[in-house]
Structures are given as C-alpha cells and as structure tokens.
C-alpha cells in the first residue's frame, strides 16, 4: 500500500511539473506575440517617417530651412516654402481647440451631472454620430452653409464692432470672405467636439461616487462639486482628451480645403483665406510636375507628421506630470 501511495504521489507532482511547465511555455509565447505586435507598431511608425525623409530628399537640398522660413509657392518657378502652410495648420487648430474644447467639457458636464436619466443615452449616442460623419460632408456644409452665413452676418457684424479696438482691428479686418482660417477653425471645432465629449464623459464617469455625495452633504453645489471633485479627479483624462481631438484637428484634410480658401499668403486677420498643410498636399499633389515640385509637398508631409508627433510626445510627458502631481506612479 506504501509503495502504492508512493507512485500515485510521484504520479501527481510530475502532473503538476508539467502543467507548469505548459503554463511557462504559454506565457513565453504570449510575451513573444506581445512584444511582435508592439515592435511591428515601432517598425511602421520607423518605416513611415524614413518614406516620408526620401522623397523629401530633393526638396530637402534644393531649399534647406528655408523651406519652413518662406511663404513663397510658385510652381511656375519652382520655389517653395511652406510657412504660410504650417502658420494655416497650427492657427486653425489652435482656434478649433479653443471653441471646442469648452463646449465638450460643458457637454461631458450636462450628460454626466445634470441631464435626467432617460435622456443620457440619446443625447450621447447623438453627440458620438456626429464623429462617424465623413469630413467631405462637414466641408460641403460649411461652404454652403457657414460660410455665406458668416459672409453676410457674423464677419461684417464683428468687423464693425471692433474697429476702433487696436489689435483686433487687425485680427478681425479684410472684407468679409465667407470662406478663410475662421471659418475652417468654426467647422473643425464641430469635428472634434465629439471626440472631446465622449472622453470626458467616460473619464467624468470613472469619479467614485463617494467622493461627490461626500461634497453634496458638506452642503457643495453642482457646480462646486464639478468645479472641486469631479475635474481634479479626472484632469488627466480631460487633457488626454484634448490632444486626441488637437491630433484629429491638425491632420483633417477634406473639411478644411472645402472653406478655407487654399490661400499660400500670411494674414494677420483670421477671416482671410489660408491653407494648411493636409489641404496643401490634397490639392496639388495631382497636379505636381517635376521632382522638386513633389518633394516638397511630400516634405510638408513630413512637417505635419513631425509636429503632430511633437504634439503627441507632450501630451504624454502632460499627462505623466499631471499624474505625479496627483500622486500616482508613472507608468
């Protein structure tokens, strides 16, 4: 009987030995497929800017910095500059960031504090359709509907209002256009608003519970409580939030050469018409004969794909800070 004993013991930690030794191999194949899916994301983004560095490459000699210190684009003579490119791309974003960035914070607010129960999920399901429409249509409406509105109504009405003002005189000034940066910012903060929303949303919902009925029985108000709660808790989540929406912003193409005017001049009034880069590089590059003509647009590819990594990179270093400073351990 001992030794009967014996061998069913042996038996059982040999199984033992075995399934932990299966289990090893399972997670070293796990580890191995993990670390493969991330290396092939290392390996595009790699591919992708060295893509982007060779066909640049001619431009690149032809023109140096001054590529990104001019505001000339003649393709006859074949000089090209792409700062009134980049000036388009970051203003209209920035103004975009501006006007959208209040309103999805407000409407995160609404949907997660105020609004009655029943309505929460229409309204939201609503405001996260308005992500899933193609930018061709945001553009068409924004040169058939906005931009005649603000021609004939919004520009007129401010440049009167502000025209003894010394510096908005300058920033709102020109004849009323319709289309230009204002209007291209107005229609991509329309665009990104629903990023900015459903993330504040979902990261406002992530608040404990506790943490704002303990502020409602000190006697706080709604607005205390969101205002000394609710974005202390999540401000990490809201800035993570609003560099989504800002990469979004500085890479939309369609919407943005519909009604911004695809201008290659400098204005300091924000109701004259501009380009931006994506817009630049959408409507020429069909057309781009010879080599160095290309080249460049693909080198203002590459600036955009060189500032919206910059934009991103400090996002992260953002968001890492904000999150020391809370006191939680970055990752």
């Not at 000089?79 to 914070?105: C, D, K, Q, R, W």
């Not at 001049?265 to 057309?287: C, M």
Request: with cysteine; aromatic share 10%; net charge negative.
């Amino acid at each position: 009987m001992a030794e009967i004993a014996l061998n069913t013991t042996m038996s059982v930690s040999q199984e033992k030995v075995a399934a932990v030794k299966r289990s090893g191999a399972g997670d070293v194949r796990f580890r191995i497929l993990s670390f493969s899916a991330a290396a092939l994301v290392v390996l595009i983004f790699l591919g992708m800017m060295a893509a982007l560095a060779d066909g640049a490459w001619p431009a690149i000699k032809a023109f140096g910095w001054s590529f990104v210190t001019s505001e000339k684009w003649n393709p006859v003579s074949e000089e090209f500059g792409a700062l009134a490119s980049i000036y388009g791309t970051l203003i209209s974003s920035f103004l975009a960031m501006g006007l959208a960035v209040p309103v999805g914070i407000g409407i995160a607010i609404f949907l997660t504090e105020i609004c009655p129960l029943p309505l929460r999920r229409p309204i939201g399901i609503a405001i996260e359709l308005l992500a899933g429409i193609p930018s061709i249509v945001y553009g068409i409406w924004g040169l058939f509907t906005f931009a005649p509105f603000f021609q004939e109504h919004v520009q007129p009405w401010i440049v009167d209002a502000v025209v003894d003002i010394p510096i908005l005189q300058d920033i709102f000034a020109g004849p009323p256009y319709g289309i230009g940066i204002f209007t291209a910012s107005f229609i991509l903060s329309i665009m990104i608003i629903p990023f900015i929303s459903a993330v504040t949303r979902d990261v406002f919902e992530t608040v404990p519970g506790h943490l704002k009925e303990s502020a409602y029985a000190m006697g706080c108000t709604t607005w205390e409580v969101v205002w000394h709660v609710v974005l202390p808790f999540s401000r990490a989540g809201v800035v993570g939030g609003a560099m989504l929406a800002l990469g979004r912003a500085l890479g939309e193409t369609m919407a943005v050469t519909f009604v911004i005017g695809n201008s290659h001049r400098i204005h300091s009034s924000i109701f004259a018409p501009g380009t931006t880069i994506s817009a630049t590089v959408a409507n020429e590059f069909t057309e781009a004969v010879g080599d160095v003509y290309k080249s460049s647009l693909v080198e203002a590819g590459l600036i955009l794909f060189f500032i919206s990594f910059v934009v991103l990179a400090s996002a992260q270093i953002m968001l890492r800070i904000l999150h020391k400073r809370a006191g939680g351990i970055s990752g």
